[in-house]
T-cell receptor, first 115, second 110 residues
Framework: KAGVTQTPRYLIKTRGQQVTLSCSPI?????VSWYQQTPGQGLQFLFE???????NKGNFPGRFSGRQFSNSRSEMNVSTLELGDSALYLC??????????????FGPGTRLLVL | GQNIDQPTEMTATEGAIVQINCTYQ??????LFWYQQHAGEAPTFLSY????GLEEKGRFSSFLSRSKGYSYLLLKELQMKDSASYLC???????????FGPGTRLSVLP
């Protein structure tokens, strides 16, 4: 079974631009979560989508948004990019077969550099 | 607020046993997870505890005490490939809502 895939793997943008990142979960997985990882702040939770609805949200500004499609694929959008948005953005998927929280499987990440 | 603490760095010798501690203070608790992350790669799942006690998976074991807000990951028969960062994460709300610790960078020396 294929793992979590993320595109693109690398991205360079300039301040003020916007960016859209894509995540395809493991087949059959219904929950998709997004994280930002930086050397200074570590791994921080952005949001979780389940059945096309945002179920949980971390403490990030409204410039960070996302959505989930009917096939469970998810996109994350960052508008008005700032230098501090440079980070590794990780997507993780979970099966959620029993309505309980389960193990998350991470994708390889998208490394975003904002100049 | 949510807070998870782990030692920043640890060093151990090949073949030895190492224990990585994690303490947490979160508003809720639905389980504690341990992940391994090699440099430049995504985290991979190692172990999961929701009840107090020890969970063993091969060379890796994880322990949880909910009353003390404490967990540890035990790695036995260390190998060079175990050099990585180890992340402690707590699911503190309904669904997949995790707070991660800063990670412990483990170096295994020959």
């Amino acid at each position: 079974k294929a793992g979590v895939t993320q595109t693109p793997r690398y991205l360079i943008k300039t301040r003020g631009q916007q960016v859209t990142l894509s995540c395809s979960p493991i087949s059959g997985h219904r929950s998709v979560s997004w994280y930002q990882q930086t050397p200074g702040q570590g791994l921080q939770f952005l949001f979780e989508y389940f059945s096309e609805t945002q179920r949980n949200k971390g403490n990030f500004p409204g410039r960070f948004s996302g959505r989930q499609f009917s096939n469970s694929r998810s996109e994350m959008n960052v508008s008005t990019l700032e230098l501090g948005d440079s980070a590794l953005y990780l997507c993780a998927s979970s099966l959620i077969a029993r309505g309980e929280q389960e193990t998350q499987y991470f994708g390889p990440g998208t490394r975003l550099l904002v100049l | 607020g949510q807070n998870i603490d782990q030692p920043t760095e640890m060093t151990a010798t090949e073949g030895a046993i190492v224990q990585i501690n994690c303490t947490y203070q979160t508003s809720g608790f639905n389980g504690l997870f341990w992940y391994q992350q090699h440099a430049g790669e995504a985290p991979t799942f190692l172990s999961y505890n929701v009840l107090d006690g020890l969970e063993e998976k091969g060379r890796f074991s994880s322990f949880l005490s909910r009353s003390k807000g404490y967990s540890y990951l035990l790695l036995k028969e260390l190998q060079m490939k175990d050099s990585a960062s180890y992340l402690c994460a707590v699911n503190h709300n309904y669904g997949q809502n995790f707070v991660f610790g800063p990670g412990t960078r483990l170096s295994v020396l020959p």
